[in-house]
């Protein structure tokens, strides 16, 4: 990330309701199937609706969709090039540090090869490409009394090192 200067906080002039979240993630693919396996078969979403060849939906715990992939407008598209605006990448939200870490086993078995990886100091994430050059972030945020400050309060997040290895280790054991 560059930036000319960076500002640590910016009120807004009429903040959005308290409570309000970013709800599901629908993207657009060119291969049903080829996102499905990666979504579904490599990162551990259930398929909770399936419109047969052109979409489906899938959750993390059984919500109606937490995700949503289609081909109505892009079957055998190709991603956005670089330069061009668009999504930058899709965050998916781990519950805690051995469930990140369980989800970095996964990428591994599955032989996908990671973008980059950050220790945020509010969170630890992991960055990778999906099979459509879509960027997803897997993290994990970290209690809010453990965010690192500056001296007047405002946060102080920075992009250093994640142990892998580490977190590997630390990593749930999965389900039978």
Do not use: C
Not at 113 to 133: K, M, N, Q
Not at 158 to 169: F, G, I, P, T, V
Request: hydrophobic share 40%.
């Amino acid at each position: 990330m560059s930036a000319d200067k960076i500002v640590m906080a910016e009120p807004a002039r009429a903040p959005v309701a308290a409570g309000t979240r970013i709800g599901h993630v629908h993207l657009k693919v060119a291969d049903l199937d080829r996102a499905l396996a990666f979504y579904r078969d490599v990162l551990g979403f259930s398929v909770t609706q399936r419109y047969g060849s052109q979409a489906v939906f899938l959750s993390a715990d059984g919500y109606h969709h937490d995700l949503g992939l289609n081909t109505w407008e892009s079957k055998g598209g190709h991603p956005p090039p670089p330069g061009s605006t668009g999504l930058y990448h899709t965050a998916i939200l781990y519950p805690d540090r051995g469930s990140l870490g369980d989800a970095l086993r996964r990428l591994v078995e599955a032989g996908i090869r990671l973008d980059g990886a950050a220790d945020h100091g509010v969170s630890e994430a992991l960055y990778l490409t999906d099979p459509d050059g879509n960027g997803v972030e897997l993290y994990r945020d970290r209690p809010e009394a453990e965010w690192p400050r500056n001296p007047d309060g405002t946060l102080a997040m920075s992009n250093r090192h994640l142990d892998l290895e580490a977190l590997l280790r630390d990593a749930k054991p999965r389900a039978a």
